[in-house]
């Protein structure tokens, strides 16, 4: 158990829809990151924040969005879903900005139909 | 071209066999170097961890980065069957964005 917990494990959706995933990182960790994995493109960086604000952005498209609030938590916000987005989401954290050590949480295996 | 280039197998291996899982990069700025372990339908888990150039030991496993050549290696010695999952190496640079790049994955079997 890395300590990085996600919710919820899975989600079915349709479509056009909205999800929210959520993120809390380990004890103490101030940077969170989101990767998506699928089986044609591997495991994708996302987007990072640290303490609250947004450190770096990769491969996120504009209808996804995230944010880290004050309890340190984070939100994957996925919008207009297509089924192109269907994959695991993971949340990473690690205790500074330069972490090189990530922990990865369980993932959210999201199915858009 | 990917930045980061690894063989997806499967590899398939008897119980007790030395294996070997390579990396090759083409970014010369990464510096830092892992190999993550990720079972069926779970999270990546961190194996090991190298900065730069040379060899880590932690147990039966072994990595080896070799930045002249930009191949990074990790050997497992004694391999169990609790060592099949789907490894992935990851790399960054020093300087800059600390997102990883990770490799596509390589799954293995050990048979007993």
């Known amino acids: 158990d890395s300590g990085v917990t996600q919710t919820p494990k899975h989600l079915i959706t349709a479509t056009g829809q909205r999800v929210t995933l959520r993120c809390s990182p380990r004890?103490?960790?101030?940077?969170v990151y989101w990767y998506q994995q699928s089986l044609d493109q591997g495991l994708q960086f996302l987007i990072q924040y640290y303490n609250g604000e947004e450190r770096a952005k990769g491969n996120i498209l504009e209808r996804f969005s995230a944010q880290q609030f004050p309890d340190l938590h984070s939100e994957l916000n996925l919008s207009s879903l297509e089924l192109g987005d269907s994959a695991l989401y993971f949340c990473?954290?690690?205790?500074?900005?330069?972490?090189?050590?990530?922990?990865f949480g369980p993932g959210t295996r999201l199915t858009v139909l | 071209q990917k930045e980061v280039e690894q063989d997806p197998g499967p590899l398939s291996v008897p119980e007790g066999a030395i294996v070997s899982l390579n990396c090759t990069y083409s970014?010369?700025?990464?510096?830092?170097f892992m190999w993550y372990r990720q079972y069926s339908r779970k999270g990546p888990e961190l194996l090991m961890y190298t900065y730069s150039s040379g060899n880590k030991e932690d147990g039966r496993f072994t990595a080896q980065v070799d930045k002249s050549s930009k191949y990074i290696s990790l050997f497992i010695r004694d391999s169990q069957p609790s060592d099949s999952a789907t490894y992935l190496c990851?790399?960054?640079?020093?300087?800059?964005?600390?997102?990883?790049?990770f490799g596509q994955g390589t799954r293995l079997t050990i048979n007993p």
């Open positions: 990473a954290s690690s205790p500074v900005a330069g972490g090189d050590t990530q922990y």
């Open positions: 990851a790399m960054r640079p020093i300087q800059g964005a600390q997102k990883l790049v």
């Open positions: 970014n010369s700025a990464f510096q830092y």
């Open positions: 004890s103490g960790d101030l940077s």
